[in-house]
Nanobody, 115 residues
Framework: QVQLVESGGGLAQPGGSLRLSCATS????????MAWYRQAPGKQRELVAI???????NYVDSVKDRFTISRDNAKNTVYLQMNSLKPEDTAVYYC?????????WGQGTQVTVSS
């Protein structure tokens, strides 16, 4: 069974940092585009960052220059380094793996930014 397991969420102060990890199993990790989405209360889920299988990355404008997505194909893991956190970054963050044929989601991890 395919698994995407997120970790690293929690409470951070404004201006602080958190690092999310998503460990995957039972997929050919290197061929999947790996992404982080988030969903705040009362809002739609939005794409935050994506690391394509070819190595390029892309970000939603609101997190550019603050968040960095990276992938380790040897460890089948994708990361999201979040710096300069803002209260508006508060959301449940979901890991996503997508190929031409399949899409998988993690269970989500809560990130709360508050003083």
């Amino acid at each position: 069974q395919v698994q995407l397991v997120e970790s690293g969420g929690g409470l951070a102060q404004p201006g602080g940092s958190l690092r999310l990890s998503c460990a995957t199993s039972r997929i050919i990790f290197s061929i999947y585009h790996m992404a982080w989405y988030r969903q705040a209360p009362g809002k739609q889920r939005e794409l935050v960052a994506i690391a394509y299988s070819g190595g390029s990355t892309n970000y939603v404008d609101s997190v550019k220059d603050r968040f960095t997505i990276s992938r380790d194909n040897a460890k089948n893991t994708v990361y999201l380094q979040m710096n300069s956190l803002k209260p508006e970054d508060t959301a449940v963050y979901y890991c996503n793996a997508a190929s031409a044929a399949q899409t998988y989601w993690g269970q989500g991890t809560q990130v709360t930014v508050s003083s």
